[in-house]
């Protein structure tokens, strides 16, 4: 049985610990509000310029354009984001075991498969496995910038263009709320023209009227579509960043709590230890006074 000291140096541990979860799950929620604001603004310019690739689509040869050309994926790219830091419950293991089971099991038909991963927990965890890496991106997640992504959406582009990659898949957690995260694998490259419903309605009431394209539409389709890479996949940064911050505020508040479930458990402990020694030291002293008399 532990002794009074002991019982006390646990005591003191574990509430020292819970004050370290209780500020982690603090800075986090002060963090998810930034990483959510973030996430709302970039939304509607991801969802303006993907109605645009579709207007403009529409009325051009995809031929022509390198970033719309389907071809047979004999080799692909796997881009995985994770964080750099742990303390977010099971955030990042979802993502790792999700790219694993889809290289495994070749979802998408390839013979060949490489990884670019953005985050030190993606990259330790693949090491290990001796997997083909194609890129390593750290602090990403750190500090998301647009102009860091699109240099990672410039090479990745590149390579594609070269015809290093047939296809370009992503794997990140889907942001739906503080305490639920959906890990999905959504492909980048080609891409898929897609009519946006919202922006759709709002162009609808423009019909009939016809637009005038300076240069052509084909030469700004040529140059929104890189733009568009690098905008889809700063869009999904942003939402693993929120995520990740959801996951950890959530994970805090739980070890908050069985901290505190932990600390009533030792002070309980330590409440009956201590009557025990007070009830031991009173016989000890009732039998030396009876020895006396």
Partial sequence: MPTLKQIRRRL?????????TRAMKLVAA??????????LRAKPYSNRIRQVIWDLSEHTDRDLHPLLQEREEKKALLVVITSDRGMCGAFNSNINRRAERYMRNHEGGQE?????????????????????????YME????????????????ITARF????????????????????????VERLLPIVPERDEVAHESSARLE???????????????????????????FAVLESLAAEM??????????????????ARLTL????????????????IVSGAEALK
């Fill in 161 to 184: 263009i070269d015809g290093g990659h047939d296809a370009v898949y992503i794997v990140y957690n889907e942001f739906k709320s503080a305490i639920s995260q959906n890990v999905v």
């Fill in 12 to 20: 003191i541990s574990v509430k020292n610990t819970q004050k370290i």
């Fill in 112 to 136: 060949e498969l490489e990884l670019a991963l953005l985050g030190r927990k993606g990259r330790d965890y693949f090491r290990r496995r001796n997997s083909p890496i194609f890129k390593e």
């Fill in 208 to 234: 009939g009227i016809e637009f005038g394209y300076e240069p052509s539409r084909d030469a700004i389709l040529s140059s929104i579509l890189p733009m568009y890479v690098n905008v889809r996949l700063f």
């Fill in 269 to 284: 402990q330590y409440n009956k230890a201590r009557q025990a020694s007070i009830t031991t030291e009173m016989l000890e």
């Fill in 140 to 155: 990403v997640l750190s500090n998301p910038t647009f102009e860091r992504v699109s240099e990672i959406g410039a090479e």
């Fill in 30 to 39: 002060a963090k998810l509000r930034r990483a959510q604001d973030n996430m």
């Fill in 246 to 263: 959801g996951a950890r505020m959530t994970a805090m508040e739980s070890a908050t709590k069985n901290a505190g479930e932990l600390l």
